[in-house]
């Protein structure tokens, strides 16, 4: 394994590999063994076309000839900052077959993290778009590379700067000098790393988490199975391409391992969704909590044939039930809830699950072989029915971050569980989430779970979104305030707010004691809700308002 990665326990990766959880082939492989069975099957539709996977698989062999060529070999880390795009499946096949390690940046990623990137990872190359949204990534790269030697390769999809490569030459331009052959690189091993995934990017700067091929194809396909993907599946990815959840959650991955189709949309919006669910007769869609409430509340239904689409996946955060409710009824079709983490676990509500359990839980955990404890702050196991937090160990859940002993130290147990800082509850084997360690706001030793009261507010007919964040108090140290985006010719009061709150019959304590209307929530590229920054600009709003005040 890759120098600076954790490994498995020799007695765990001998059971998983004896139980088929991890197998036998490559990411590169496994893609390629689906492409055999119906090569001229379309395998990816994006904004500018479509490839069949026969020309997806073709293109990355090419691709990956060519990277070779330049100079990228295997386990060399390349950050890889590609919009959602046909291209950037095949970049992403590409490195797959030299066994490259992709480090998966966002788009909305500018010059600091990706920095940190290259630096932590230790990046020979960054692969970026030319320039989007009126931002210039070329630029951004030359100024890393000025910064960060390491980084040889600059590979930019589009016209690239003179010290830059382009992704894919134009056909009228020479190739650089390079053996464009791959016998010299063969494929990677099956429990060697794969990719690199960013921890939360909601908080402080991420850290790497290293998948080997064989533990991100296991939750791959496990997570496949619980959505019901099969060569039938035309998946929609709506969120960036490069967040676990789109990729392989089971998202691109899951679907092109599975002989189905991904669409890739270039927006977000319900007018931009709708009609492609309509083109495209999408079966499956994955989206998120902010999104949900928008497409929920667009006009768009009457106009759009959506009778294809036989699943609405929601994850990244946890979907209140009324929300879950009005997904089915609205788009008559089936809601999954996804409650995943980059460093492994993925628990998923099955199909086939009573209503309640589809509209109330976070799912179970997608493989069997995944263990979990629910434990107190002393690290004691919890009974059924407590809330505590969340550790998890299992055949796709990293054993450490890459490069990092001291975190590591305390982000797992010595016995190789990840907290994963998330506070749940387990009844009859399901997984119910009720916030983030964090997410609780101290009213003068009263706890209150933000996520317990905006599962509250989001049932109010003038609540399009609801964060609860805390707010400092001089007595109680902090309290809890509700930041609100109202629906379209709503309005709503403290007043108002409260009366309705009492009425759910509530603690009093965990009523906020303040209401911020906004126009929008601030959003992170994987379409969370930035908690922080929300709480930095409340605390700052008061700070100055309290100066008013004396004035
Ligand atoms: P990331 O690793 O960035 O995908 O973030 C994983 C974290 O997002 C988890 O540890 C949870 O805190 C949160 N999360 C993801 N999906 C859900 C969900 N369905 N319900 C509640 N929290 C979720």
Known sequence: MLEGCVDWPEDSARRYRNAGCWGTLSIFEAVSAAARSNPGKAAVVDATGRRSYRDLLSNAERLAARLHGLGLRPLDRVVFQLANSIKFIEAFLALMRIG?????ALPAHRRTEIEHFVRSSGAVALMTPEEAKGFDYRVMAREVASRCPVLR???????????????SPRRDRPE??????LEECPLPRPEEVALMLL?????????????????????VEQSGKAAGLDADTVFLGVLPAGHNYTLGAPGILGTLVAGGVVILSPATTADVVFPLIERERVTVVSSAGPLVSRWLGSDLFDRHDLSSLKVFMSGGARLAPELRRRVEQQFQCTYQESFGTAEGLLCMSRLADAEALRMNSSGRPVSEYDEIRIVNPSDQDLPDGSAGELLVRGPYTIQGYYNAPEINAKAFTTDGFYRTGDVVSRRDGYLYVEGR???LINRGGEMISCAEVENH??????????????????VFIEKACAVVVLRRGYTLTLAEMSAFLKDKEIARFKMPERLELVKEMPISPAGK????????????????????DRQ
Do not use: W
């Open 100 to 104: 490259a390690i992709p480090v998966m």
């Open 457 to 474: 507010l989001l049932t109010h007919p003038a609540i399009e979104t609801a964060c609860v964040v805390a707010i400092p108090d001089d």
């Open 529 to 548: 809700i930035l908690r922080r920054n929300l709480r930095e600009a409340l605390a700052d709003h008061l700070a100055s308002e309290r100066l008013h």
């Open 176 to 181: 650089e000098p390079a053996q464009l052959s």
């Open 199 to 219: 921890s939360g990017g909601t908080t402080g700067l991420s850290k790497l988490i290293p998948r080997t091929h064989a533990d991100y194809l296991c939750g």
């Open 153 to 167: 390769h600059l590979i930019i999809d589009g016209e690239p700067f003179r010290d830059q490569i382009e992704l």
């Open 437 to 439: 360690i964090k997410d």
